[in-house]
């Protein structure tokens, strides 16, 4: 299994940017794909999760309202648009797929493979 997160980079406050992550090696369309992000200094954490089947989405309440996931199972990827971005959302960015849940589950132990990330950095 890999996947591929690309997007990121350096932008100011208020800026836009959407990440993409594109998986092989397993069947896209039956896991739940997830975006987190891990700071310096920090733990990583959840930002935006999509489920397998009916695309409903979650968030952290930190980026609900700018953040917006989507996933086109067609080309095995995952999005994330990041909107109004703000100097305290710099971080790595970490797509993963976790197995099909009822819900969205937002700790990453939920999730069974990770990409290795794309730096965002907003600067003030």
């Known amino acids: 299994v890999q996947l591929q997160a690309s997007g990121g980079g350096l932008v100011q406050t208020g800026d836009s940017l959407r990440l993409s992550c594109s998986a092989s090696g397993l069947t896209f369309s039956s896991y739940t794909m997830g975006w987190f992000r891990q700071s310096t200094g920090k733990e990583r954490e959840f930002v935006a999760g999509v489920r397998y089947t009916d695309s409903s989405a979650a968030y952290s309440n930190s980026v609900k309202g700018r953040f917006t996931i989507s996933r086109d199972n067609a080309k095995n990827t995952v999005y994330l648009q990041m909107n109004s971005l703000k100097p305290e959302d710099t971080a790595v960015y970490y797509c993963?797929?976790?197995?099909?849940?009822?819900?969205?589950?937002?700790?990453?132990?939920?999730?069974?493979?990770w990409g290795r990330g794309t730096q965002v950095t907003v600067s003030s």
């Open positions: 993963a797929a976790g197995p099909p849940e009822p819900i969205v589950i937002m700790t990453t132990g939920g999730y069974d493979h």
